[in-house]
């Protein structure tokens, strides 16, 4: 099982991952429940912004306008089709001609006419609708009155003597599309917001492409399914913190995650013990998938059973366990053990089960990671882990060795030499396939037994939340990019930098 092939057992080439709308629309809804907050803000922030913008830079515009009829001088009206034709076509370039401009202008003492000149014909008719638009109300009922006084002279030239008589005007103006004006742009910057807030959706859903089922997962991993573990909402209280924790040791834990978990360990020590293996290392792809709570749940119970257990910490980067298990004392870490500035020994301490679901024979050691040192992750592959591990399985059943994701880190395939078997931890809705199969392929390159995948945090049948995790894991910032190029499976290369800065008691970092 070491060598990691595809289903058909030759060595697999990536196909482009199908597309489907089952798990869109899944995608589509975990990102508006997630991203409500920031829909309703684009949109609000849109629609003030659009508001500011409309109601600062917007000028009154005023338009006087009035209705007239064409006479002659004679008395005689311009009714018939074709006389009324040709007003609607000459009178408007009359209206708005230079001349008429000029003419008006001087009748106001002004240098040039305020405003602008519309006119509309009514087919068929000698009536007109002469509209003069400006900024200020007076100004363009005055220049209406002129236009009106002042166009004879000039359609004289033109029709003859003819005489404009208002049969309607609206008076001095006032601005009725101001209220219109800035209604629409609340609607727009709305619409606004609402399309940008649409396109991050767009990219959030493209982005997110994670595993939701296993039944994916057993169409693109040839490894065993062994189980799920269901989704647990944890509540974040200033007290009783072991109380809230997903741990078997805490007795308020539901008995659909201890059913899970005991499936699981039935299942693997089935494999182990027909095998006869001692090392079983527990990985997952990324951080945040819960591999640790795992880790110490299983050696618990696999404890309770009998088995004389060790739990070893061996993610030197972010040590985890101690916090899992709610060790309130710090203890010498394995990467001091290897380091040998502690004996054996004094790194192994005694996890106290409950007397009343433990076997007499069981019994849980632990090996805590200690305070996070990226030189001490240096010595997982080498000679002295290796003595370490063959030492160990001397004096425990079974070893559970908690490592550092595969898919970004090189520690769990080192490791994977010298350890018989591996249980890999996959979350639900949380992994891309592309980091599992990259994950996967990195750790069965060591030549480990792959045992099989563990679905965990398996919301797909309605469970309530999954309260833990690595969430941004603690103290590595942004994983990858801090520590550089690793090789593949061989060759660390270098490290980048490491995030500095005091430890608490369980020896994880305190940014200052």
């Known amino acids: 099982m070491g060598d990691y092939r595809d289903k058909s057992g030759s060595e697999r080439v990536d196909a482009p991952e199908k597309i489907d709308l089952t798990n869109i629309m899944l995608d ?5 429940k997630r991203l409500w907050w920031l829909f309703i803000g684009l949109i609000i922030i849109c629609a003030v912004q659009s508001y500011f913008s409309v109601s600062t830079s917007y000028q009154s515009k005023y338009v006087a306008s009035a209705t007239v009829s064409v006479t002659s001088v004679g008395g005689m009206d311009y009714v018939n089709a074709q006389s009324a034709q040709q007003m609607a076509e000459v009178f408007p370039y009359i209206l708005t001609s230079g001349v008429l401009k000029d003419v008006v202008a001087e009748d106001m003492g002004l240098d040039s006419m305020p405003g602008s000149i519309d006119v509309k014909a009514d087919d068929g008719t000698n009536l007109l609708t002469i509209s003069v638009s400006g900024n200020d109300p007076q100004m363009a009922y005055k220049t209406l009155k002129s236009v009106i006084k002042n166009y004879p002279k000039v359609a004289e030239f033109v029709l003859g003597e003819t005489k404009l008589t208002i049969l ?3 008076g001095i103006p006032t601005d009725t599309k101001r209220v219109e004006v800035i209604r629409g742009s ?25 595993v939701k089922s296993r039944k994916d997962l057993k169409k693109n991993i040839n490894l065993q399914d062994l189980g799920s573990i269901p989704y647990v909402r944890t509540k974040k209280r200033k007290k009783e913190t072991f109380y809230n924790s997903v741990s078997l040791l805490n007795e308020r ?3 659909s995650y201890l059913e899970a978990i005991r499936k699981l360990r039935i299942r693997i020590m089935k494999d182990v013990e027909k095998k006869e293996y001692q090392t079983l290392l527990v990985t997952s792809s990324i951080p945040g998938e819960g591999k640790t709570t795992l880790s110490a749940n299983l050696a618990i119970s696999i404890a309770q059973q009998g088995k004389k257990v060790l739990l070893v910490d061996c993610d030197l980067r ?11 004392e710090p203890h010498p870490g ?5 380091k040998k500035e502690v004996p054996l020994s004094e790194a192994i301490t005694n996890v106290k089960l409950p007397k009343e679901r433990t076997n007499e024979n069981g019994s849980l050691h632990v090996i805590f990671g200690g305070a996070p040192d990226r030189e001490n992750s240096l010595l997982i592959g080498s000679g002295r882990m290796r003595a370490l591990i063959k030492d160990l399985k001397s004096k425990y059943d079974i070893i559970i060795l908690d490592t550092a994701p595969s898919e970004l880190l090189a520690d769990a395939p080192l490791l994977g030499k010298y350890v018989d078997a591996a249980l890999y931890v996959i979350r639900y809705d949380y992994t891309k396939l592309r980091e599992i199969r990259e994950g996967v392929e990195s750790l069965a390159l ?5 045992l099989g995948y563990v679905f965990n945090g398996d919301n797909s049948s309605g469970g309530q939340g999954y309260g833990y995790g690595y969430r941004r894991y603690g103290n590595y910032g942004s994983y990858g990019s801090h520590y550089g190029s690793y090789g593949k499976y061989g ?7 490491m995030e500095k800065g005091s430890t608490d008691k369980f020896g994880r970092v305190i940014k200052d």
């Open 491 to 497: 060759a660390y290369g270098h490290y980048g930098k």
């Open 28 to 32: 589509v809804y975990h990102g508006v």
């Open 318 to 328: 972010n040590p985890s366990i101690a916090g899992v298990m709610n060790e309130q």
């Open 253 to 255: 834990i539901s008995m």
């Open 334 to 338: 394995l990467g001091s053990v290897l």
């Open 446 to 450: 060591s030549g480990i037994d792959m």
């Open 168 to 170: 309607d005007e609206t």
């Open 186 to 210: 609340y609607k727009r910057g709305a619409l606004k917001g609402a399309i940008i807030g649409c396109v991050i959706l767009l990219l959030y859903v493209l982005s997110r492409r994670t």
